[in-house]
């Protein structure tokens, strides 16, 4: 199939099954940019097995379709599932400590001011520093979902206090040798 036929049989199956994905997606995900990000996948994944829908409107491409989109839309509500069980059992196993940084940060700073804080920092740092003060998740937990070794991310959480404390200045320097 050549380039021009296959943009033509995109523009046509996008046009038929753009809003059928994403109703499928967002019945099971009840969630905008959650269901719009799914009927992106299952576009994708079509593109990949253009081959398979040489008729676009038959009954076997709109099953095949219906069914991309349903476990797209199932794997996107299972790792929802996933990470808030995994955020509410680090919540119960470890609860908060007063003497925390991330609460010493929290209390001192504006929620204002710490989203100008994450602004500054790379996001390989702000990533970290929000799964790790915002979620109150742990090294470990952070270094699954970021899909990086827990090492990386004790450093990186390190380095983003110490840029927290450079950002922030003469607002917390009674707290700095806590922080550091």
């Known amino acids: 199939m050549n380039k ?6 995109m523009e046509k199956l996008f046009t038929v099954y ?27 994944t079509i593109f990949a097995e253009i081959d ?32 808030l069980e995994m955020i509410e059992k680090v919540r119960i ?9 991330e609460d010493n940060l929290l209390q001192i700073v504006s929620r204002e001011a710490f989203r100008e804080l994450l602004d500054t920092l790379p996001d390989k740092y702000k990533d970290v520093l929000m ?3 915002f979620y109150e998740l742990s090294s470990i937990e952070t270094a699954a979902i970021l899909n990086i070794t827990e090492p990386t991310v004790r450093k990186r959480y390190e380095r983003a206090k110490a840029m927290a404390v450079k950002y922030l200045g003469g607002e917390i320097n009674e707290f700095r040798e806590k922080i550091c």
């Open 93 to 101: 196993e470890h609860p908060k400590d007063k003497n925390n940084v």
């Open 4 to 9: 021009f036929s296959q943009h033509n049989l």
């Open 18 to 44: 753009e809003q059928k994905i994403y109703r499928i997606a967002y019945s099971i995900l009840h969630n905008t940019q959650q269901a719009e990000d799914v009927t992106q996948e299952v576009f994708l």
């Open 52 to 83: 398979k829908f040489k008729q676009p409107t038959s009954e076997q491409a709109a099953k095949r379709i219906y069914y991309i989109a349903k476990n797209k839309a199932i794997d996107v509500y299972r790792r929802n599932k996933r990470e």
């Open 131 to 133: 799964y790790r003060a």
